[in-house]
């Protein structure tokens, strides 16, 4: 056994004895409730000694794995990848357009893939931010905060539709984008992160203490429903509703399909605008910002309006996405925008590749949708979840379809090596 394989199995112990000391207190021991009502002190050491086990085979795995030469990633498989994700989009696109139609599909289904949609709504918007101007943000969850009560006060105070509400819900969140983005001009890389992170949580403990306006913790309940153009969705089946009007037998799953197809068709004009929009002259000045800042400074670019505008158009997606699920719910709380949601937001993003559209989508369908095949799992649901996160981060840093490609190019246009690379990695 050579140097190299023993250190890396010294990794491997060293991570198995971290773990154990955290496992043992986390994992190992547990209060539970007896049949008398009284606590007692419950062990489980086969199951921490699994979970040691494991990281012991996964740090000596990884530890190998970045022993090998690094070879930068072929141009032919990058090409291979894009082909693919062109054949995948429009088979992903037809899946979701049709899933309400196919058999056997009932209400649960529907209520996943309105959640899912939402999520790849919320990645799309934040990808303008994040993944083309090159702005970490941390507290996106505020502009999903501001739509949700956008419209929810609009909708209870002067009476507003939601297709009425809608749009100013994205206006206003587009609003609070701008005001985000004038104190941050001046920063960039984890000062950025902490400011945005503090606006999110500004935003949060606001409608929580503001209790005459947005109700405090007890929230804002009895949210309208969206109409169809006018035809509410109930169960009286008169000639004024939806059911009535065509003829059909009144059902609930009447107004959770609308639902669907009302995120979807958000979701995709989210997606229309933001590969429209980063082929226009401030798309590709988003893009010049995110790869040198000094050097886009140079080239005489703008870059407070190019800043501002991509925290506006990343936040009016999070208005839209926050008015539907607003009218969705019904209800709504400030427990609802925590700072958790900002995080798997982000990590859709980065998951899914930042810049890629088809990477978040695919991202938003794995985290949020596939998590669920893991809800019998209990709580280890999110260590499931933390080991998939590290795997997909270890075989493909630069999410699972990453690309640093110029959305526009001179002459022939070509993959971006790994040898150009600041980080190293294609």
Request: glycine letters at 12%; aromatic letters at 12%; hydrophobic letters at 55%.
């Amino acid at each position: 056994m050579n140097s190299q394989a023993l250190g890396a199995l010294r990794e491997a112990l060293i991570a198995t004895a971290v773990a154990f000391g955290l496992f043992v207190l986390m994992v190992g021991l547990r209060t539970d409730v007896s049949t008398t009502g009284a606590l007692f002190l419950r062990t489980r050491w086969p199951e921490v000694a699994g979970l040691c086990a494991l990281v012991f085979v996964g740090r000596l795995i990884l530890s190998l794995w970045n022993l090998r030469e690094a070879k930068p990633p072929s141009l032919a498989l990058g090409k291979l990848g894009s082909k693919a994700a062109i054949v995948f989009a429009p088979a992903l696109l037809g899946a979701a357009l049709v899933l309400p139609m196919i058999p056997g599909i009932g209400r649960y289904e529907l209520d996943l893939g309105i959640l899912v949609l939402t999520y790849v709504m919320l990645g799309w918007g934040l990808n303008i931010v994040v993944g083309l101007a090159g702005l970490l943000d941390l507290g996106y969850v505020a502009f999903y905060a501001v739509g949700a009560y956008s419209y929810a006060l609009l909708a209870q105070y002067f009476g507003l539709s939601f297709w009425v509400c809608l749009p100013l819900a994205g206006i206003l969140a587009a609003f609070w984008g701008i005001l985000l983005g004038f104190p941050v001009l001046r920063l960039r890389g984890d000062y950025l992160a902490i400011v945005t992170l503090a606006f999110g949580e500004i935003i949060r403990i606001v409608l929580l203490n503001w209790v005459e306006l947005t109700g405090g913790p007890n929230g804002i309940g009895g949210i309208p429903r969206p109409s169809f153009f006018g035809l509410p969705f109930n169960m009286s089946g008169d000639p004024n509703s939806f059911a009535g009007f065509f003829g059909i037998e009144p059902d609930p799953v009447h107004r959770v399909i609308f639902l669907y197809y009302l995120i979807l068709a958000l979701a995709l004009l989210t997606n229309w605008v933001s590969v429209r929009i980063r082929r226009q002259p401030i798309g590709r000045a988003w893009e010049a910002l995110r790869e040198d800042e000094i050097a886009c400074r140079a080239l005489g670019i703008n870059v407070t309006t190019t800043k501002l505008t991509a925290f506006a158009l990343g936040a009016m997606f999070g208005g839209f996405a926050g008015a539907f699920f607003a009218t969705r719910q019904g209800f709504i709380s400030p427990e609802s925008f925590t700072f958790i949601e900002s995080a798997i937001i982000l990590a859709i993003v980065v998951l899914g590749g930042l810049g890629s559209q088809i990477g978040v989508a695919v991202a938003a369908l794995v985290m949020i949708g596939g998590f669920e095949l893991f809800r019998d799992l209990e709580e280890w649901r999110m260590l499931v979840f933390g080991a998939a996160m590290v795997v997909i981060m270890v075989v493909r840093p630069r999410g699972l379809v990453g690309s640093r490609t110029p959305t526009v190019a001179l002459g022939t246009r070509r993959a971006i090596g790994a040898e150009h690379v600041g980080e190293g990695r294609g």
